[in-house]
């Protein structure tokens, strides 16, 4: 006998009021702001690291490409998507970071869901530190590879989940520089452990490039591991680049590989002409004034003593831990509405009792952006922490 179902059970989303009224009651309710062309605030919470994203040379390095290429690449690179300006800017960009080989994705989303998931696959070992960022998580669920998610930043623990492995294959997934608290990975020990057992490292640069190594070639750079056999590195161009998309870097076959294997790359239409065009003139600007990368972190000392952060930030990111959801976006709020521009990352994002403001150094704020920020985050924190 058909099943019958309550009047108001009818709609197949009636059950969303309800998890909206649970999200609003724990402060956990987003919502979605629209910034003019040009704000009116100080912006601490942008990942525009170097100031590149409105750079003059940035934007026309856009504009030509898409006077040159058209709005669109027409298709996956591997129809009618792939251009030379594609593949000149891989070459560009592998050689500045010490890599053997490039590959372009749609964002870098997609480059590590493509990386991952190609590199593993059932019958292999993912071994994820606690706090990867979401795209390394999503990657690791559409594997079908075995996943051992470990303590953050505990080598301890990869080199546990390596020794006690039956798979042939393992893969150690890491940021280089964790999003939401600006931490860097143990490299240098989490490489050796790899190495030892055997193990491809691939370490999401996404935070690292343009802020650490010599001249803000990452990380992995300025630990000696650029260009490693066993050691892959994904990052995106809409941070410090300014720009859109994101990267596979890596030894050649790799490169090979992904072609063949990877879906966000077969089935995805090409990053767009400008897109490309903007990241290489933004990694121009970068060679040409190295002193960004050093800017990025001075300043990032500064925020973290005006706020009372005793580590010394190792990236642009400086992170106050406030606790509770409706502090931090209280906080957040207060900072707004005296002209300043700050993130707020609650749960999930971050683990429950740690909602905190997240503040994002760049090379291009002056003295004067430095005195407001100094003014506002007194005020606010002195608020939010009595």
Not at 244 to 261: K, N, S, T, Y
Not at 310 to 338: H, K, M, Q
Not at 355 to 382: I, K, M, N, P, Y
Request: hydrophobic letters at 45%.
């Amino acid at each position: 006998m058909p099943r019958s179902f309550p009047t108001s059970a009818l709609s197949p989303l009636s059950w969303l009021e309800d998890v909206e009224r649970q999200r609003r009651a724990a402060g956990l309710r987003r919502s979605l702001r629209a910034r003019p062309p040009v704000g009116t605030e100080l912006d601490l919470a942008s990942n525009d690291y170097l100031g590149l994203a409105a750079h003059r040379a940035v934007i026309d390095g856009g504009v030509e490409a898409l006077r040159t290429w058209g709005a669109g690449s027409t298709g996956s690179r591997l129809v009618t998507g792939n251009t030379e300006l594609h593949e000149g800017f891989e070459e560009a960009l592998a050689q500045f970071v010490g890599a053997e080989s490039a590959l372009v994705f749609s964002s870098g989303y997609t480059a590590n869901l493509g990386a991952v998931v190609a590199l593993s696959g059932p019958g292999s070992l993912l071994v994820s530190d606690a706090y990867t960022h979401a795209s390394l998580v999503d990657a690791c669920r559409l594997s079908r590879a075995r996943v051992a998610v470990t303590p953050h930043r505990d080598v301890d623990a990869v080199d546990e989940a390596l020794a006690a492995r039956s798979e042939e294959r393992a893969v150690v997934l890491t940021d280089s520089v964790f999003s939401a608290d600006g931490a860097m990975a143990p490299m240098r020990r989490l490489h050796d452990v790899c190495r030892r057992h055997g193990a491809l490292l691939i370490v999401d640069e996404a935070h690292g490039l343009g802020v650490r190594g010599d001249g803000g070639r990452g990380l992995l750079h300025e630990v000696g591991l650029a260009g490693a056999p066993d050691v892959v590195m994904t990052t995106t161009l809409s941070k410090a680049l300014g720009s859109q998309g994101g990267v596979v870097l890596g030894p050649r076959p790799v490169r090979d590989h992904l072609i063949d294997a990877a879906r966000p790359f077969i089935f995805d239409t090409g990053l767009a002409p400008a897109a490309v065009g903007a990241a290489w003139a933004a990694l121009n600007v970068l060679i040409a004034e190295p002193w960004r990368a050093d800017a990025v972190l001075a300043n990032a000392r500064a925020l973290a003593e005006v706020c009372g952060v005793s580590e010394t930030p190792g990236s642009a990111v400086v992170s106050v831990i406030l606790g509770e959801p409706d502090v931090a976006l209280a906080a957040a709020n207060g900072c707004l509405e005296r002209g300043l521009r700050v993130g707020c990352f609650r749960p999930p994002t971050v683990p429950v009792g740690t909602s905190r403001l997240r503040l994002t150094a760049r090379a291009s704020l002056t003295d004067d952006d430095l005195d407001l920020a100094r003014r506002v985050l007194t005020e606010v924190l002195a608020t939010a922490r009595s």
